[in-house]
């Protein structure tokens, strides 16, 4: 970062949050139903004026509310099922990736039945194509736009055993109470819900009040809760998409192009590989050359063994320095010239950088001439199963897709490659196989956060800051993955002045704003065209974007001589930001002495209706080794449904910035990434 000064507020007594959390770094018969839920309304924030700016779209409307809305239309379709020996299963029509979805919503599931956690069990559902849009997930919207829908679901069932429990004793439901997965009488009586489900399931039964319980009134939802799969995944138990015993499904991996999006020339020893131990296949296709053995041993020699050769890819002969030019050469000129006031410049750079989930991509096909079956860690089945019945020219109905839980994505499962591979080699080879990506393959050949080149101006004077523009210019982002256009014409109907903004403005302009009264206040974005495969990184834009901004919310701190906290708590637009802020500072201890090469630092963020502020100490004794020893992190996202959850996700996000602001990154060298395993591309431990 750079920075160039030419020719600074009151403070605000603090507000009360809402709910804050703070974490420290130092894991038979049924009753089934659909119903139809809408979405709650979120209150608007009071505003603070310094100089104000102007709310921006996502201060308006942001990307989880186009979520909610293109979802709208299918949000009924919802299924619950009670059982007769009292489980009760519920289909998420979502992903689970690690974040603890499943716990949340078996969590609300839980609350509104009055029923047990380990009584409820929840199963991710098959690509589901009736739902449209509400099988996607991302934009850390999962729990904004089920918590509504799920809990009348769940009460809905709650209203239907109440009423076949006095139906069945001829009380009046209003007499009646539920607890412990049962219904309970003044009497003493008591029915457990597993004798209820058939009763419950007679469509002549009228069941009334089938209201989701108020927040006052939660017993579970909002306390540290232990996640339902962490027993299976400590022990080994959790089934991953590799684990899946799918009958006859062999072994397969994929020998990759040198560079990014290379072509399959020719195979000049395929008898020779064919005829290696346990070798079963040798195919080609668009991605690879893949080979399918008895084991994964023997799939890898064979791999390595090939001798191919490459026809070129879209990003042969691009290195950083050429990526860099590029993304400077594109990045559009600042609006305000700082003619009379003092000002701050600066510009930044930021790498690609890979999702490293823990599991690799991975998927299990099945085709036949006839049908296909695929099994994978799917946020988007919808549209892998649509693409996939395309590719393999099946009619839709004939392809089944099945979402398995998978072992990290921070974006990269948006994207479906491995699934749509699988189903490449399978057909080929005539017989099911269970695709692997190495650790290489994952690093090298999968999508990436897209490099960015920021440029920011800053002018102040007397203590205000007059005006904040930011200019970024990127690798153009991949969002071929089932956004689509409905976000685009969901947006265009809205009266925010979006109207026919591309795909990638749109979710720019909802994800990115400034909380700060900074005046005249703009963001701009440039996609710049690469052919380097990219995807949405741990949110899209926001985090080199508002990372950016808050180093040089630093510098005017500095410039106009003003604590960095305290100048930020002056600009911040309301009592919310400025109580997250104000719980850092405090827990943090900010303004402790430090020894000479130590420091403190802080900043806020909000977005998704949520908000944030981080205060990080930070060695620099040892350039070698740059340290982060202490840090302390203060959220409200208003209802924290496990608290639990949320500190293991603020700790992961920390993780994570730790990593990519100090060590870890993608380095590209004629088209491939020099980084090929956790050896090379370095994550904090």
Not at 300 to 314: H, M, R
């Amino acid at each position: 970062m750079t920075a160039h000064t030419g020719t600074s507020g009151q403070p605000d007594t603090p507000g009360q949050s809402r709910r804050s959390f703070l974490t420290y770094l130092v894991a038979a018969p049924t009753l089934a139903l659909v119903t139809r839920a809408g979405a709650d309304a979120l209150a608007p924030q009071s505003a603070h004026a310094v100089i104000p700016s102007l709310p921006a779209p996502a201060d308006l409307i942001d990307l989880g509310d186009l979520f909610i809305l293109a979802g709208a239309p299918t949000s009924a379709l919802l299924a619950l099922a009670v059982e007769a020996d009292g489980n009760v299963r519920f289909r998420l029509p979502r992903e689970e990736v690690g974040q603890g979805l499943t716990t949340a919503v078996a969590m609300l599931v839980a609350e509104e039945l009055d029923a047990p956690l380990a009584d409820i069990r929840v199963e991710l559902d098959d690509a589901r194509p009736e739902l449209l849009f509400n099988q996607l997930t991302g934009s850390s919207n999962s729990i904004r736009s089920l918590y509504g829908p799920v809990r009348q679901t769940a009460a809905t069932a709650r209203a239907r055993l109440v009423a076949a429990a006095a139906r069945r004793w001829n009380l009046s439901a209003g007499s009646l109470t539920t607890a412990a997965g049962a219904v309970h009488a003044p009497d003493g009586r008591t029915a457990d819900y597993g004798s209820l489900a058939a009763a419950a399931a007679d469509p002549g039964l009228i069941a009334l009040g089938a209201a989701p319980k108020p927040a006052a009134r939660h017993t579970l939802v909002g306390k540290p809760t232990g996640r339902i799969d962490a027993r299976a995944m400590v022990t080994g138990a959790q089934r991953y998409t590799l684990d899946l015993d799918i009958p006859g499904a062999k072994p397969c991996v994929v020998r990759r192009p040198p560079t990014l999006g290379g072509t399959v020339g020719a195979v000049a020893n395929l008898a020779a590989v064919r005829a290696m131990p346990g070798v079963l296949h040798v195919v080609t296709v668009p991605t690879g050359v893949a080979v399918v053995a008895e084991t994964f041993g023997q799939a890898l020699d064979a791999k390595a063994a090939l001798q191919v050769s490459w026809g070129p890819g879209p990003a042969d002969q691009l290195s950083d320095a050429q990526i860099r030019t590029k993304l400077r050469v594109a990045t559009p000129p600042l609006l305000v010239p700082p003619l009379l006031t003092p000002y701050v410049d600066a510009e930044f750079d930021f790498a690609f950088v890979s999702h490293a989930p823990m599991e690799t991509n991975s998927a299990v096909a099945d085709v036949r001439d006839d049908r296909a079956e695929i099994w994978s860690g799917l946020k988007s089945p919808i549209v892998a199963r649509e693409t996939i019945a395309a590719e393999l020219g099946l009619p839709l109905d004939k392809v089944t897709v099945h979402v398995v839980q998978a072992g990290g994505s921070f974006g990269r499962r948006l994207f479906f490659d491995a699934a749509l591979e699988a189903a490449r080699v399978s057909k080929a080879c005539r017989r099911p196989v269970r695709l692997m990506w190495t650790r290489v393959d994952d690093t090298r050949h999968g999508r990436m956060r897209p490099a960015t080149h920021h440029k920011i101006r800053a002018t102040h004077l007397l203590g205000e800051v007059l005006s904040f523009e930011h200019r970024v210019a990127a690798a153009e982002t991949d969002f071929r993955h089932g956004l689509g256009e409905i976000i685009t014409a969901t947006a265009a109907s809205l009266p925010l002045g979006l109207g026919n903004a591309t795909l990638a403005q749109t979710l720019f302009l909802t994800t990115v704003k400034s909380p700060y009264h900074f005046g005249l206040t703009t963001q701009a974005l440039t996609e710049v065209p690469t052919g380097i495969p990219t995807g949405s990184w741990r949110s899209v834009y926001s985090a080199n974007t508002r990372g950016a901004e808050e180093i040089v919310v630093d510098e005017l701190a500095e410039r106009t001589g003003r604590d960095p906290y305290q100048f930020r708590r002056t600009f911040l637009k309301t009592v919310a930001q400025r109580a997250v802020l104000d719980k850092a500072a405090a827990e943090g201890n900010w303004g402790r002495a430090m020894p000479a090469g130590c420091a403190q630092g802080i900043a806020f963020h909000e977005e998704y209706k949520s908000r944030t502020a981080c205060l990080v100490e930070i060695d620099t004794r040892d350039p070698e080794h740059i340290r982060v020893t202490k840090a302390v992190i203060a959220v409200d996202v208003g209802l924290p449904v496990n608290p639990r959850g949320l500190e293991a996700q603020m700790i992961g996000g920390l993780t994570d910035a730790i990593s990519t602001t100090l060590r870890a990154g993608l380095h590209l060298d004629k088209g491939l990434p020099l980084e090929g395993s956790y050896s090379q591309f370095h994550w904090a431990r």
